[in-house]
């Protein structure tokens, strides 16, 4: 059972590692919206940490003429500028370059919206740093955009990473593991619908630093449920992780709101940004589970194979360390939407 504490470590350090250089990986925004004919409002919104950005850059076509100077602020965790540009005979058929993308370790989504609904979007990657806009976006480049945005959000979203480990650490046997992931699916599905066809709005710092306290209630029934105290989350697991997984489904929403979706396929980019967002958390499972598996080397010659505090101690000293990473999450967000 020792193994479990080292793997818990690993999975921890990497997750605060990622924390730590979000302002890499998380990706970059551009948003061109036609507010007149041949006008254009553009948003560009890269990675920041402090007043430090990323060093990227969009280049648009040639044909297009910037008509206002550019307005830039250092916002929270991203530099974001603004502008409005001319474009006489539109975005269809050009390419839009993103500047320092081949160096960088982020993807930047593209959205560009005009007056009469169409919608195209892109995802552009280092290896990938240009595309060509086409006149009209087909169901399967929606769909491959918003499935990769999916993905990348869960893969790079340490707290909603985190308490899917708690959750399968609470949990006790695959089927019980299996019946609690899905509960915690079906119910961030529903929110995550709900918040991003507008039948929900809540403001976004309250829910993000609420997903930090649901990692601290769980990580508290880890403890509580290895001393031997009867509680409803071991009882009943699948209902603990419905109830949080609506509010985590909030969480997702809000980023799906930043990159906004195509109206012309609405239906298409949620659907797949759902089953983007259900591949990466499947996927983070099977990694845990397989790093479970590998036997690790007793450190120290400490503890002995079979003994109780093998059994005990590696989880409790785990969920202490849950806890500590999402209290410290709890303070830093509540601290940032009341100061």
């Known amino acids: 059972m020792i193994r479990l ?5 690993l999975l921890l ?3 605060i590692s990622g924390q730590a250089q979000a302002h890499d990986l998380r990706p970059a925004y551009l948003s061109i919206t036609e507010s007149a004919p041949d006008v254009y409002a553009v948003t560009w919104k890269a990675p920041a940490l402090g007043e430090r950005r990323l060093a990227i850059y969009p280049r648009l076509p040639e044909s297009v003429d910037e008509a206002s100077e550019r307005d830039g602020a250092f916002l929270s965790d991203a530099y974001v500028e603004r502008w409005t540009v001319r474009a006489p005979t539109g975005f269809a058929g050009e390419t839009i370059v993103i500047d320092g993308l081949p160096e960088s370790q982020t993807d930047v989504l593209v959205r560009i919206e005009r007056l009469n609904g169409d919608t195209s979007t892109a995802r552009l990657t ?3 740093p240009s595309f060509e806009v086409p006149a009209a976006m087909g169901l399967r480049q929606v769909a491959a955009a918003y499935l990769g945005l999916g993905v990348e959000h869960i893969l ?7 308490f899917v480990l708690a959750l399968i650490l609470l949990v006790r046997g695959w089927k019980r593991i299996c019946l609690t992931v899905t509960a915690f699916t079906v119910a961030h599905s529903i929110t995550l619908g709900a918040a991003t066809l507008g039948y929900l709005n809540v403001p976004g710092p ?3 630093a609420a997903i930090a306290l649901s990692i601290v209630l769980v990580a508290v029934e880890i403890v509580n449920v290895n001393r031997g105290q009867e509680s409803l989350a071991a009882r009943i697991p699948w209902l603990i992780a419905f109830a949080f997984g609506l509010l985590h489904g909030l969480g997702f929403a809000g980023a799906l709101s930043e990159v906004g979706l195509p109206g012309h396929a ?3 980019a949620l659907l797949f940004f759902n089953i983007g967002v ?4 499947l996927l983070f499972v099977a990694v845990v589970m397989a ?9 120290f010659g400490v503890v002995r194979p079979g003994s109780s505090w093998s059994h005990t101690m590696p989880l409790i000293g785990s969920a202490y360390c849950i806890g500590g990473i999402a209290s410290f999450w709890l303070i830093e967000r509540v601290y940032g939407f009341w100061a």
């Open 206 to 208: 309250p829910v993000e």
């Open 13 to 15: 350090g990497a997750a």
């Open 266 to 268: 609405i239906p298409v």
């Open 5 to 9: 504490l080292g793997t818990i470590f």
């Open 291 to 299: 790093l479970f598996a590998i036997p690790l080397p007793l450190w």
């Open 156 to 162: 790079f979203g340490a707290d909603h990473l985190i």
């Open 278 to 281: 259900e591949l990466g958390q």
């Open 126 to 128: 280092p290896a990938s």
